[in-house]
T-cell receptor
Framework: NAGVMQNPRHLVRRRGQEARLRCSPMKGHSHVYWYRQLPEEGLKFMVYLQKENIIDESGMPKERFSAEFPKEGPSILRIQQVVRGDSAAYFC??????????????FGPGTRLTVT | SQQGEEDPQALSIQEGENATMNCSYKTSINNLQWYRQNSGRGLVHLILIRSNEREKHSGRLRVTLDTSKKSSSLLITASRAADTASYFCATDADAGGTSYGKLTFGQGTILTVHP
């Protein structure tokens, strides 16, 4: 049973370009979370999605950032017109169920975005 | 200050010693989780403790939770060089008695275990 997959692992973009980060949750998991980690800091929640729905995007900047989790295929975190401050590690996590009993979130290896 | 603050920020010990890390938080929680992150890697889930639990064990790990003080501690006994990593606590806020799944992480404790 493969774990959470993220690609690419490393992504370098010039200022103004677009970054697309992909996350494939664990098999059977329908809940996906995106977190951002700046250097020397903990993870910060960005967005929580279920299939075809954004449940909570309170941690995601209003501009330039968007996320989706289509019926088929991976979840995508898209950053348009990247700036240097977007340089960070972006982690995706998945769980089988969010509400009710607490479920462990399984994290992917992350995508390290560097904006030059 | 933020939810889920760890203390100390960095801890350096010798192999065989115990390591204790503390975490404080601000709001009511449904559960609290501890994660480990090796340098440049993703997070590995260590242990989850629910708000109605006071202590939990898993191998060499012991977690305590004091909801009256809004604090938790992670104890690693008989530490090994392989335990060297960053350790984060993460709280799952109490959303009307159910788990919402949106984790709030602290800034972490960097643990170095010298062989």
């Amino acid at each position: 049973n493969a774990g959470v997959m993220q690609n690419p692992r490393h992504l370098v973009r010039r200022r103004g370009q677009e970054a697309r980060l992909r996350c494939s949750p664990m098999k059977g998991h329908s809940h996906v979370y995106w977190y951002r980690q700046l250097p020397e800091e903990g993870l910060k929640f960005m967005v929580y999605l279920q299939k075809e729905n954004i449940i909570d995007e309170s941690g995601m900047p209003k501009e330039r950032f968007s996320a989706e989790f289509p019926k088929e295929g991976p979840s995508i975190l898209r950053i348009q017109q990247v700036v240097r401050g977007d340089s960070a590690a972006y982690f995706c996590a998945s769980s089988p169920q969010a509400s009710g009993a607490p479920y462990e979130q399984y994290f992917g290896p992350g995508t390290r975005l560097t904006v030059t | 200050s933020q939810q889920g603050e760890e203390d100390p920020q960095a801890l350096s010990i010798q192999e065989g010693e115990n390591a204790t890390m503390n975490c404080s938080y601000k709001t009511s929680i449904n559960n609290l989780q501890w994660y480990r992150q090796n340098s440049g890697r993703g997070l590995v889930h260590l242990i989850l403790i629910r708000s109605n639990e006071r202590e939990k064990h898993s191998g060499r790990l012991r977690v305590t939770l004091d909801t009256s003080k809004k604090s938790s501690s992670l104890l690693i006994t008989a530490s090994r060089a392989a335990d060297t990593a960053s350790y984060f606590c993460a709280t799952d806020a109490d959303a009307g008695g159910t788990s919402y799944g949106k984790l709030t992480f602290g800034q972490g404790t960097i643990l170095t275990v010298h062989p």
